[in-house]
């Protein structure tokens, strides 16, 4: 597996480099603030309130909003996942929707060597080894879907939920069909997602949400050979359907298909992961007493860590070294072991459809799904097409 290209303040990655040298730096300038435009509406419009009250509080590192802890900064961003005793299985946090969607047991709400131990088992599971054998299955789906963009349109939503279903189904050993499993997995995230979302709710519907999130639950796990797979799947499959379009739209808008080749995508694929940020918060409680920028933290207080702000994919110059494109996959031991494998498969999508120079046609908004992303981001091909 490739390693990303270094990124650099001035330069970026390989591939936004060469944009500017192809399209001029007026041009590269202004796709660049289309792109920001288009993906700050998937933000605004999927959850308007969460994501314009972070947009307001993002210029202090944190900032405390009565038992809730905003945490925007880098460097308190970091601290909070490496120093912060985290309590794993409270409501409300990625441990807590694990334990909702299974009986526990996984890594999600582990502590001490069994968490270090469980760690090492799934890294293992979704390393070199993973992607030599994973790869194959979802090429084979680019290469029989992607070609609908020389006569016609691309659906890109589809087309990044059906690589997802057989990326999964290659992890998990499930036998069903990948886009029934993946659509179980889709919807058993979009049932639980109330719980990581701080605010109030109206009267009756977090119990309500929580007996939808019991039968999502019960779906997806039918149709895995192991239940403790769940988290696995719903991880791998919504992470993956808000990140492939949106990362397509990016480019398309940026005008940055000249310049993907083999060389260039993964760079590209790491910088643009950091620019969307799939995966914008991680909600966490605080396990013990602790202090983050100089706020104190109180045992049992929710933490929002808003790796969104903490990669700087707010901004519009790149970033400057690696830490930054790492911030949207954690840090330390609450690193995603997945990361690796979804910057390959981002690659591989983008040099399938740089030969067509896409440009997006139609796209739609998702306001149900539990990140942010498109219920429809349909391509045709563009000027230029090689």
Sequence with gaps: MSRPAPTTAATGPAGLATATATTGPAAAAAGSRAARRRDRRVYLRSHPVLFALLAATRRRPVRRLGRTVLVHGPDAYREALTKVPLDRTAPGTTGGAAAQLTDGGLLFDQDGAEHRTARRELAAGLGGGALERIRPHWQAVLARRTPELT????????????????????????????????????????????????????????????????????????????????????????????????????????????????????????????????????????????????????????LVLVARHAAGAHRAAPAAGPAAAQAVFGAGPHACPGAGLARAQLADVLIALAPHRPVVARARVDRRSALPGYAELTLRAGAGRC
């Design 151 to 302: 006569d016609g349109t691309l659906e890109l939503v589809h087309l990044a939920m059906e690589l997802a279903g057989v990326t999964v189904s290659a992890l998990t050993g499930s036998t069903a069909a990948p886009g029934t499993l993946a659509r179980a997995a889709a919807e058993a995230a979009a049932a639980t997602a109330a719980d990581h979302l701080p605010g109030p709710r109206p009267p009756g519907r977090r119990a309500a949400a929580r007996a939808d999130a019991a039968a999502a639950a019960a779906r997806l796990t039918a149709l895995l050979p192991d239940p403790l797979d769940a988290m696995l799947a719903v991880a791998a499959v919504n992470t993956t359907v808000a990140a492939l379009p949106r990362a397509a739209a990016w480019c398309a808008d940026a005008g940055l298909w000249p310049a993907v080749d083999a060389a260039s995508a993964p760079g590209l694929a790491a910088e643009l992961l950091r620019l969307t940020a799939p995966s914008p918060l991680l909600p966490r409680v605080a396990g013990a007493d602790a202090t983050l920028a100089g706020c104190p933290v109180r045992a049992g207080d929710r």
